[in-house]
């Protein structure tokens, strides 16, 4: 059983940044790929960004493409979500999520693949 912990949301004004941390327990974080969704009242839970195994191979939604970048720290089990420029709309709860993955280059960006979600952590964005 894996165990993530996300850290780091807060309220933050437009235009500015906020870096989201994800640790996990156990000592194969390397094996999982990992993702970060978010979910805004009332709306479905939406994919942000994700990272494959090694690292190597991103991807991201359109709507964080060129402000939002997704790192990892196979040493200190942590995936991150750094996030610049933020606006109004991009206030939701974010979550990380890791899927075990046997190749090191995939990337998942649907949320029905991953094994494991965190507790999820609020992001609010003043206008």
């Known amino acids: 059983q894996v165990q993530l912990v996300e850290s780091g949301g807060g309220l933050v004004q437009a235009g500015g940044s906020l870096r989201l941390s994800c640790t996990t327990s156990g000592r194969t974080f390397s094996s999982y790929a990992m993702g970060w969704f978010r979910q805004a009242p009332g709306k479905e839970r939406e994919f942000v960004a994700a990272?494959?195994?090694?690292?190597?191979?991103?991807r991201y939604a359109d709507s964080v493409k060129g402000r939002f970048t997704i790192s990892r720290d196979n040493a200190k089990n942590t995936v991150y979500l750094q996030m610049n420029s933020l606006k109004p709309e991009d206030a939701a709860v974010y979550y990380c999520?890791?899927?075990?993955?046997?190749?090191?280059?995939?990337?998942?960006?649907?949320?029905?693949?991953?094994?494991?979600w965190g507790q999820g952590t609020q992001l609010t964005v003043s206008s």
């Open positions: 990272i494959s195994r090694s690292g190597t191979n991103t």
């Open positions: 999520a890791a899927r075990s993955e046997l190749l090191t280059v995939v990337v998942v960006t649907s949320p029905g693949p991953y094994d494991y």
